[in-house]
Every structure is written in structure tokens, then in C-alpha cells.
């Protein structure tokens, strides 16, 4: 499995602990699952506002990677559905990137692309 580079995974765990309250302290864990050469599951626990279960999943693909945060089903809430819906917006963004990445060269269209999907205007779109 390719893993990703430092710069890709801080923007992934500032997503995290912005958006799903992860602990800055699990820093050094999460850079070493995303980014060392060890093999390792698909799934991160940070727990954060999404309780217990609070965790990461990193698929990576032949082209891009899916990342997405979920949490067990028996610590639904209103208020972490919306957690996982506003933190999994802006992991679309990190998808993009990785996907474009791999193919060419990001166009100005592209960051600014990545940039609406990780700063959450799409919340102001929808309003």
C-alpha cells in the first residue's frame, strides 16, 4: 500500500482535530500510520466529539485514496452525524488532491478547488 507524504497527512489530521475534535497529542502516531512503510489496517482510532469509535478510514486506491470518518452506530447523534458530515466535506478535498496529484501537474482551478472543499464554503453554498 502507498502511503502519503507528511504535507498530506497534517492537512488530514488538522481535518481531525478542527473538524472531529481529535487530540493534537495522537500527531506522531497518526504521521507514522499514514506516512511509514509499515503495512497496517485501513482504520484509525482518534475518538475526539465522535466518542469512542471515533476513527479514520484510509482506503488508498489505484488513482487517489478514499478517506472518510465514522464512528459506531450505538454513539449516533444529531450533532456527530453533522461532525462526520462537515470533517468528511473536507477529507473530499485531501481525495481530490491525491487524485489530481497523481495524474498532473494541480492547476490554479484545482487548488481552488481543494481550497472551497477544506475551508467548508460549501456550507455558506448551501445556506
Do not use: C
Amino acid at each position: 500500500m502507498s502511503h502519503l507524504n507528511d504535507d498530506t497527512a497534517r492537512r488530514v489530521f488538522d481535518i481531525l482535530v478542527e473538524r472531529a475534535g481529535a487530540h493534537e497529542s495522537l500527531w506522531e502516531q497518526f504521521a507514522i500510520y499514514l506516512t511509514g512503510d509499515e503495512e497496517h489496517g485501513h482504520e484509525f482510532r482518534f475518538q475526539g466529539a465522535l466518542g469512542r469509535g471515533g476513527k479514520l478510514i484510509f482506503q488508498r486506491r489505484t488513482f487517489g485514496a478514499n478517506l472518510y470518518v465514522t464512528y459506531e452506530p450505538d454513539d449516533e447523534t444529531p450533532e456527530r452525524e453533522e461532525i462526520v458530515k462537515t470533517a468528511n466535506r473536507a477529507l473530499s478535498g485531501i481525495d481530490y488532491l491525491i487524485k489530481v496529484t497523481e495524474e498532473r501537474e494541480l492547476t490554479p482551478e484545482d487548488e481552488e478547488t481543494i481550497r472551497y472543499l477544506l475551508e467548508g464554503r460549501y456550507e455558506e453554498d448551501e445556506a
